[in-house]
């Protein structure tokens, strides 16, 4: 069966701090793999999205990037944190063209 | 572009109360459409899906149909239950995968 790991699960960065936020499947091949934050009350923003190795869509102009150097590792980076990167960042994957997502657990991110 | 509008919540109902919970969507071509849940301390969960238009989905006696000409997607279930009690999300995939979600609604089911 399938499973993704997303790590690590909580972070507390200062401000101007890198960030990398991990995450792999296992048990499938050639996924989609997706970024998203999800804030307190809201629903889910999407941030990056990838069909295959070396291909990433960007969604949010920020200082955020991603990269997936293996076909089911999927990374998410900042150089320089901003206050406003807190939040909740949900990692998932999805069977090519189908949209059906499964989610990782997480990872909580305070900016001080 | 592409965006999907929810019912702003939270709704709040009495146990076997009948539940809508209104979706519509702006997207180019032809996309799927999908009702996800995320039941408190859990993680969100796929609830049903649809892939082309007039498609009915259904799990857990919760159902939905995909309206191309009103551009709509709306949750229904007959008889709600305390178990119900969670956040639905609505949300579409394009053409090229790319899957977007919409705010979430809120939904509380009291005895």
């Known amino acids: 069966s399938q499973t993704i790991h997303q790590w690590p699960a909580t972070l507390v960065q200062p401000v101007g701090s890198p960030l990398s936020l991990e995450c792999t499947v296992e048990?499938?091949?050639?996924?989609?793999l997706y970024w998203y934050r999800q804030a307190a009350g809201r629903g889910l923003q999407l941030l990056f999205y990838?069909?295959?190795?070396?291909?990433i869509s960007s969604e949010v102009p920020q200082n955020l990037s991603a990269s997936r150097p293996q076909d089911r590792q999927f990374i998410l980076s900042s150089k320089k944190l901003l206050l406003s990167d807190s939040g909740f960042y949900l990692c998932a994957w999805s069977p090519t063209r189908t949209g059906e997502l499964f989610f990782g657990e997480g990872s909580r991110l305070t900016v001080l | 572009g592409n965006s999907v509008t929810q019912m702003e919540g939270p709704v709040t109902l009495s146990e076997e109360a009948f539940l809508t919970i209104n979706c519509t969507y702006t997207?180019?071509?032809?996309?799927?459409l999908f009702w996800y849940v995320q039941y408190p301390g859990e993680g969100l969960q796929l609830l049903l899906k649809?892939?082309?238009?007039?498609d009915k989905g259904s799990n857990k006696g919760f159902e939905a149909t995909y309206r191309k000409e009103t551009t709509s997607f709306h949750l229904e279930k007959g008889s709600v239950q305390v178990s119900d009690s969670a956040v639905y999300f609505c949300a579409l995939k394009t053409s090229y995968d790319k899957v977007i979600f919409g705010p979430g609604t809120s939904l509380s089911v009291i005895p």
């Open positions: 997207a180019t071509g032809y996309p799927s």
């Open positions: 649809a892939t082309k238009a007039d």
């Open positions: 990838s069909v295959g190795i070396g291909q």
């Open positions: 048990g499938t091949s050639n996924p989609n």
